[in-house]
């Protein structure tokens, strides 16, 4: 790769994190469930002023602690109540994630090695579409890794002094991670250790003390929020959270029961390139220049031997253990996520998210090894980024000639609520489709000129994602989110400060807590549908639903039907008394 001077690195990741990951943040509204359920969650926070208990609709949450959604609150005090500032957390996390993949590959192994690690991750597709997104997973994930990263090191350095200080560092990660995303965080970082520990045969390679210090680290700042609410609330909360917490794991959430592979194909498919060449990783061939003849320390004994009469810690065998033993850590850390998830009974597709990193470190030691020249270019990589890169370009490519056709295709979609879908008024401009051909043009020259320009084609390639998607989301997004979500996100816009009731019926929904911008309710009534539709409610109320359900209430005595746009019925019941 061309030298780039090392003070400048740091600088030209971050420059890239910005151009990529904070334009087009508030192109497009936020998409339901999870992204709205998400804001949603700060927005009440801002409106009640409590920012201890996370809350939907104005009750108990119970699915997640606060630390993200108190991210966003301070997004939004900044920008305002709005997508920009629900998406910006992720956005900031995204430069950091970037910096701490090249800081850590560097110290592992060298500089390259570093920069080729953030590279591939900013250039693979949900990786980087994530961190434009107002999704908890991507804070998450950074620190899982960071807790992992330390406990490795903590592991590496035990016997000595400094193995203190990393295993505080891991539990104080540890803990954001519980705070951000509950129990699961402990759960990971657990479960990989513990698989570590057992491949060395349960030998010592973490004293008690340190072990200690790590769970005690991890309890504090989880205590932060979770202490708090046992004070104020007592243990209800916290059996009612567990409870949750349990049920997530053990049954399939409405309509994300998918097959046990499920998340090995969005790992592959998703995480385009990278993934590719991470089954490459996996094998031995491709490890050959990140590891010396000196063995793992795994003993004080051992740890002491290998550096005795060293000066430079971070150069010869002592780096190239780091490199060996993080290789380790990241196919456990792959496994153990991957195993996970695909038990767990929900399945969505950022579940498995934090084995991206794993992915990523993977395909960094292969493309390391290849330009270095150790490692041969292996056909089958080139099939797969021609038949993936290729099936992801025809799909840009079509997605706009569909929708300027949308009219002639309704016919043929047996699905009621899709074929309506496709009625939303969207205007193309007609040249969209040019985005998708260009990127397939892109991964074909650059599969044609590999071996004349090794090192122009590996940078092309983790570039031609992003520049893909910085097209892709002002220009396509807004208009494929006008067909699926356009119209109802209109009509709670257009109720916002009026004194009625909006709620949707026959399908769950988050949007229009936010974007009616849902007060706290006066009649605790409110809260029930049947109660809405048949009681004596004392202000109008609106209904959505979708065409699929309409007809179990088009006749109903007490709803008149005001609009169907685009697949949704909108409904209008007077109050009983004025």
């Not at 949603?40 to 606060?66: D, H, L």
């Not at 104080?172 to 479960?191: I, S």
């Not at 969505?348 to 998210?353: A, D, E, G």
């Amino acid at each position: 790769m061309p030298r780039i001077p090392s003070r400048f690195i740091p600088l030209l990741l971050v420059l890239a994190g910005a151009l990529f990951y904070f334009p087009f943040l508030g192109r497009v509204h936020l998409f339901d469930w999870d992204e709205i359920n998400f804001a949603e969650s700060a927005r009440e926070m801002i409106v009640t002023g409590n920012y201890t208990r996370v809350q939907i609709n104005f009750q108990p949450f119970w699915e997640k602690p606060p630390l993200f959604f108190w991210l966003q609150v301070l997004a939004m005090k900044a920008f305002g109540i709005n997508e920009f500032a629900a998406r910006f957390p992720n956005a900031v996390m995204g430069i950091v994630t970037l910096l701490v993949l090249y800081f850590v590959g560097k110290k592992s192994v060298d500089e390259r090695f570093g920069l080729l690690w953030a590279l591939a991750y900013f250039g693979s597709l949900t990786p980087h579409l994530y961190f434009k997104s107002g999704i908890i997973d991507p804070t998450f994930n950074l620190f899982i890794f960071l807790s992992v990263w330390f406990i490795a090191q903590a592991v590496s350095a035990y016997g000595t002094p400094k193995a203190t200080r990393l295993a505080a560092f891991s539990g104080l990660f540890v803990g954001l991670a519980v705070l951000t995303k509950g129990p699961v965080g402990g759960l990971l970082v657990g479960l990989t250790f513990l698989v570590y520990w057992a491949i060395q045969r349960f030998r010592p390679i973490l004293s008690f003390l340190n072990g200690l210090l790590f769970f005690g680290c991890g309890l504090a700042v989880a205590s932060v929020w979770f202490g708090l609410e046992l004070v104020k609330n007592g243990f209800w909360f916290f059996e009612e959270f567990f409870r949750y917490q349990i049920r997530l794991f053990s049954t399939p959430d409405a309509g994300h029961q998918q097959p046990f592979y499920y998340h090995f194909v969005v790992v592959l498919l998703g995480c385009f390139p990278m993934s590719l060449l991470a089954i490459r990783g996996f094998f031995a061939d491709s490890r050959s220049d990140l590891q010396s003849a000196v063995p793992i320390p795994e003993s004080i004994a051992d740890y002491k031997s290998a550096t005795e009469n060293r000066s430079d810690r971070n150069t010869g065998p002592l780096k190239s253990e780091r490199a060996v033993s993080l290789r380790r850590w990241m196919i456990i850390l792959f496994w153990v996520v991957m195993i996970l998830f695909s038990i767990v009974k929900t399945k969505i597709v950022h579940y498995s998210s934090m084995a991206w990193f794993p992915v990523s470190y993977l395909a960094a030691t292969v493309l390391y090894s290849y330009l270095k020249g150790s490692l041969t270019w292996n056909r089958w990589l080139t099939i797969g980024i021609a038949v993936i890169g290729g099936v992801l370009a025809l799909l840009i490519t079509a997605l706009p000639l569909v929708g300027m056709n949308a009219v002639e295709l309704i016919p043929y979609i047996k699905d009621r609520f899709a074929a309506a879908n496709l009625t939303a008024p969207v205007e193309w401009q007609g040249w969209e489709w040019v985005i998708g051909t260009a990127y397939g043009v892109i991964i074909i020259g650059l599969l044609v000129l590999r071996q004349k320009r090794p090192v122009g084609s590996v940078v092309t390639l983790f570039l031609a994602t992003p520049v893909l998607l910085w097209f892709v989301l002002p220009a396509i997004i807004p208009k494929i989110e006008r067909y699926t979500q356009g119209a109802v996100i209109d009509f709670y816009e257009a109720k916002q400060g009026q004194d009625v009731y909006i709620e949707p019926i026959g399908y769950k929904s988050y949007a229009h807590l936010f974007y009616f911008r849902k007060q706290p309710p006066t009649n605790p009534n409110s809260y029930r549908e049947d109660w809405l539709i048949n009681g004596p409610v004392d202000k109008p109320a609106f209904f959505v639903t979708r065409n699929i359900n309409i007809d179990q209430y088009r006749y109903h005595p007490n709803l008149e039907i005001i609009r169907e746009d685009a697949g949704f019925v909108f409904l209008r019941r007077k109050p009983a008394f004025k």
